[in-house]
């Protein structure tokens, strides 16, 4: 049950990351401290997609699993298992992938507009 548990926390955890990765820019407009965070998780993200870095959370999910008499996760990993194909079609995984980036990048660029215009608006209301 332990192990279970366990699965079912990384799991959790794995898709709160995935959801950050793509909408955690858009926290930064609130709170532009986190950018420094997420462009970690962003770049950590971008390297597991492109570059094939392993996913400590994939690993704790699958052995986890084992341990507690389940299958593990498929060699293709977290994202084939839970969301290609169920969430949206396979062959738009390519899709999703540009429009997360265009988000975390259109994320990036309306932080800096609004920094620009904070710091603006404090300069003017200084003087």
Request: aromatic letters at 10%; proline letters at 4%; one cysteine or more.
């Amino acid at each position: 049950m332990t192990y279970r548990l366990i699965a079912d926390a990384a799991m959790v955890v794995h898709l709160a990351f995935l959801a950050y990765v793509a909408l955690g820019g858009l926290l930064a407009w609130r709170w532009p401290r986190t950018f420094w965070i997420h462009l970690g998780c962003a770049l950590y993200g971008l390297g597991i997609t492109v570059i094939g870095w392993p996913c400590p959370l994939t690993h704790v999910e699958n052995r986890a699993r084992r341990r507690a008499g389940q299958a593990g996760l498929p060699e293709e990993g977290f994202i084939d298992h839970y969301l290609t194909g169920i969430v949206y079609p396979a062959e738009h995984l390519l899709t999703v992938q540009l429009a997360v980036a265009v988000v975390v990048l259109a994320s990036w660029a309306g932080l800096a507009l609004l920094t620009r215009r904070r710091k603006h608006h404090t300069a003017t209301n200084r003087t």
